[in-house]
């Protein structure tokens, strides 16, 4: 199976990870300034607010040939609103992103003390990801890089077929809408088998709990074709019928997507041994925009880790240092002083909150 790698890279300072991915912000400002002129109300309300407009597609088989791999982590998108619901949240300003303040899990904190936001909108040209319609496959690595929400992700027209998760290969399994949690990646190949032209790679916050705000971004995938082929190529970039999820990163009611209950390795892998290392962490909400882990809160190194001893990180408080092929037992407990302890409350899973 021949494959080509195709990177990208945004800035100098993420080259050693990881490329980020640059997504279209042009439907996200229109979205923001309608969100700008909403209450936080209408806004909650309107997130709330599901469609389900069933999008027809061709079915895919999966004959294995050769086909291109572009590595795209997926940056995080993410924000917060609040519902209308919440105490003290309703009549709070919204940031000019259409962001409401983030909210606390413990009554009695003081809004004004939050810190002004300050994102602000940027005008990142359009990606597009370059496939070699002769070859027959495509495969991207997609990788949630965020901090705050689970991602969706869909091409329209196709589907994808998750073959790696978390690098481990897995039985491949067919889905046309692939969500993401925080650090999570997905390894996924796309049969090329409609009409060379521009689709649109579809990418979503997927709220849970009530705290997120909807962002959506796009970049597009191109079929590209020889000179010598008398092929038309055609754009759907703007077509909803050939999508496959909403632009709440919900799936449509037609639309197939992972099942991870039945993400089982390729080839069997026997059950790890006792544990060599056991790490006990505990984690709390020091200040309104401050967690910490054991104590220390974490800080982006200037220079990456993955520079050895160049970087501040390397002998940090936060980087710990295991054996290779080490089976490792990590324990996290919430503290019961944090000020979020929102994964304590009843209904929660108990074995997240560990006192």
């Known amino acids: 199976m021949a494959m080509g790698t195709k990177y990208m890279e945004t800035n100098t300072k993420e080259s050693m990870r990881m490329e980020s991915m640059a997504l279209d912000t042009t439907s996200m400002e229109h979205h923001m300034r309608r969100m700008d002129s909403m209450s936080a109300e209408d806004m909650s309300m309107n997130t709330m607010t599901a469609h389900s407009t069933p999008a027809a597609a061709p079915d895919s088989g999966m004959p294995m040939g050769s086909m291109s791999m572009a590595s795209l982590p997926v940056s995080g998108i993410s924000g917060t609103s609040g519902l209308s619901g919440m105490s003290n949240m309703a009549s709070g ?22 810190p002004p936001e300050t994102c602000t909108d940027t005008s990142a040209p359009l ?42 290969f897995v039985k491949p399994q067919e889905v046309e809408v692939l969500q993401i949690s925080i650090g999570q990646r997905y390894s996924v190949m796309i049969k090329l088998n409609q009409r060379p032209g521009n689709y649109t790679l579809r990418f979503a916050s997927y709220p849970y709990g009530d ?24 754009d759907l970039t ?38 060599d290392i056991t790490y006990d962490f505990t984690i709390s909400q020091t200040e309104i925009v401050t967690w910490v882990l054991n104590g220390y809160p974490y800080s982006e190194p200037s220079t990456p880790i993955i520079y050895g001893n160049a970087s501040e990180a390397w002998n940090a408080n936060t980087t710990i240092r295991i054996p290779s092929n080490s089976t490792v037992d990590i324990i996290m407990r919430i503290a019961n002083d944090s000020m979020d302890t929102a994964s304590c409350s009843p209904g929660r899973r108990q074995n997240a909150c560990i006192s």
């Not at 300003?93 to 939050?114: D, K, Q, T, V, W």
């Not at 597009?128 to 495969?139: E, F, P, S």
């Not at 909803?240 to 639309?255: D, F």
Request: glycine share 6%.
């Open 211 to 234: 705290m997120q705000q909807v962002i959506e971004g796009q970049a597009t995938v191109s079929y590209k074709v020889d000179a010598a082929e008398d092929i038309m190529p055609v």
């Open 93 to 114: 300003p919204l940031g000019p992103r259409g962001c409401s303040a983030p909210m606390m899990f413990r009554p009695g904190y003081n809004i004004s003390s939050l």
């Open 127 to 168: 990606l597009t990801v370059d496939a070699n319609y002769t070859r027959g496959w495509l495969a991207l690595n997609l990788v949630n890089s965020g901090s705050v929400t689970k991602l969706s992700v869909s091409l329209d027209a196709h589907s994808m077929f998750v073959y790696a998760a978390d690098g481990f």
């Open 238 to 275: 703007n077509d909803p019928t050939a999508t496959w999820m909403l632009v709440n990163g919900s799936a449509k009611s037609n639309a197939s997507e992972l099942k991870t209950d039945m993400l089982a390795p390729f080839e069997a892998i026997a059950p790890p041994s006792q544990a």
